[in-house]
């Protein structure tokens, strides 16, 4: 045969190379089934058993986690190949598109599919829990003890310092949303489909299952709040937050906050699922995801560590700015993140057995999210 790439038996090794690495995953498998099923069980206990939101979910997964992620890493490769290199393309081009890379690729978008089937379980379990626990509960304490912990004063009043503030609103807006959705699942993709993040994808999967599992879901549950912009709704108290409620109203652009806040209420009174539905303010899983993050990418690069813990403070700033969340809501996540990573990393470090296997040296042998956008 003229190419030995196209070859049987170049073929069979990488189809062997998908399997190897799938049945290294089998333990994600097996806790987005585990958790799937106590989804339902959660839904069929609070009588909800037809509240899911996996069809939501479907084609905007596979549109996004399935072909777009995977076109642009693989467009990156293919650019930076061309930036990068004036000569001995080839050389760099079969390492791109090397056995292990692909396979790596194809087992990490069956990670993704998984995904999208966990995010069901999630957005069902959410819109429920108001359902199950009878409202919203812990409002009126959470944001008396903000107010303690901020000197008598609700902080989204301390982050609404500046007159004219309302131009930026809409660029916070875009941060909070389309900036931070980009970089957490940019960060998940490239940990699920690239080899360079061998060493640290098993901790990596699992903290992110915490962050949504346990802060996004259990802690939701137990601690169940609504949040300033629909603190009037659950306490009645419609004066504490009218002026949050007043400034965000000054923002007409398109996909405004409270359009979208609207949507998840409209929602939330007709008990439906829809696209990331469902309301709960603490823990704040936005603060959360990007501790994670910032605490993996400090792991590789102090430069870009320091960077990514001042993006946790903007998005932890962010938050209360677009009254989605109480102060506490993001230090609270912060705290328990935190406290995960370490515990995680100190028992993953002594029991060596739970390391992916095959990894000495090079990228693996340092844990670290790094060089995101370098899925070679």
Not at 1 to 10: F, K, L, T, V
């Amino acid at each position: 045969m003229s190419s030995r790439i196209s070859s049987p038996r170049s073929e069979a090794g990488l189809w062997l190379g998908v399997l190897a690495r799938v049945r290294q995953d089998a333990w994600f498998y097996g806790a987005v089934l585990v958790y799937t099923a106590a989804g339902l069980l959660f839904l069929a206990a609070a009588g909800n058993s037809g509240g899911t939101s996996y069809s939501n979910y479907v084609f905007p997964g596979i549109k996004w986690l399935l072909v777009f992620l995977p076109v642009v890493a693989l467009t990156y490769d293919v650019i930076s190949v061309v930036i990068r290199f004036d000569q001995r393309r080839s050389l760099a081009y079969k390492r791109v598109f090397s056995r292990k890379r692909i396979s790596s690729l194809l087992a990490g978008l069956a990670i993704m599919a998984g995904i999208i089937v966990f995010y069901g379980t999630f957005t069902s379990v959410k819109t429920t829990l108001p359902m199950m626990f009878d409202g919203f509960l812990y409002d009126r304490v959470q944001a008396d003890l903000d107010a303690m912990l901020h000197f008598g004063t609700d902080p989204w009043r301390l982050v609404h310092v500046m007159q004219g503030q309302e131009t930026i609103t809409a660029i916070v807006n875009f941060n909070y949303g389309p900036v931070w959705f980009s970089l957490c699942f940019g960060g998940l993709f490239f940990v699920a489909t690239s080899p360079r993040a061998d060493g640290y994808r098993m901790r990596y999967l699992m903290m992110f299952m915490f962050v949504w599992v346990v802060i996004g879901n259990l802690l939701a549950g137990a601690f169940l709040s609504a949040g300033p912009v629909y603190y009037g709704q659950v306490t009645g108290d419609e004066e504490r937050f009218a002026g949050l409620l007043a400034f965000l109203a000054l923002d007409q652009s398109t996909r405004s906050v409270q359009e979208y806040q609207q949507y998840l209420w409209v929602l939330y009174e007709a008990r439906v699922p829809g696209i990331a539905s469902g309301i709960s303010a603490f823990p704040s899983v936005h603060v959360a995801l990007a501790t994670m993050n910032a605490l993996f990418v400090l792991e590789r690069s102090r430069r870009w560590g320091i960077l990514a813990l001042v993006y946790v403070a903007i998005v932890q700033a962010s938050s209360v700015f677009l009254g989605w969340h109480y102060a506490i809501d993001g230090y609270a996540s912060i705290v328990l993140v935190v406290s995960a990573h370490f515990v995680l990393r100190r028992v993953m470090r002594a029991t060596n057995s739970l390391q992916a296997p095959g990894v000495a040296g090079g990228h693996g042998s340092v844990p670290g999210l790094g060089n995101v956008a370098r899925p070679m």
